[in-house]
């Protein structure tokens, strides 16, 4: 079984900046993908990035030049660094990893229990 546990989270002014990272736990046979997920009150989960295994990245275009996301593949973690953050950033946000937990198992999307950013103006 993969359990992903975040940190980071936390409460910021407008500018600033948080870290937040996603552990994984547990057998882990392969990551096809590692990404990022958030979910503001109201609003239905939106992606905002994700990093893959041969290192490629996509950011959601409002978070471009803002967020950088990356890997531990050592620790299987990932971190997803947001600078010049703004309200509109506030949510939970979730890591979610394309995986399979051993060689006969098939990729599938294991989450998180969520972080909460909240950004004030």
């Known amino acids: 079984q993969v359990q992903l546990v975040e940190s980071g989270g936390g409460l910021v002014q407008a500018g600033g900046s948080l870290r937040l990272s996603c552990a994984a736990s547990?057998?882990?046979?392969?990551?096809?993908?590692m990404g990022w997920y958030r979910q503001a009150p109201g609003k239905e989960r939106e992606w905002v990035a994700t990093?893959?295994?041969?290192?490629?990245?996509n950011y959601e275009d409002s978070v471009k030049g803002r967020f950088t996301i990356s890997r531990d593949n050592a620790k299987n973690t990932v971190f997803l660094l947001m600078n010049s953050l703004k309200p509109e950033d506030t949510a939970v946000y979730y890591c979610?990893?394309?995986?399979?937990?051993?060689?006969?198992?098939?990729?599938?999307?294991?989450w998180g229990q969520g972080t909460q950013v909240t950004v004030s103006s």
């Open positions: 979610n990893y394309n995986a399979r937990a051993a060689w006969y198992d098939g990729y599938r999307d294991y």
């Open positions: 547990g057998n882990i046979f392969s990551i096809i993908a």
């Open positions: 990093i893959r295994s041969n290192g490629a990245t």
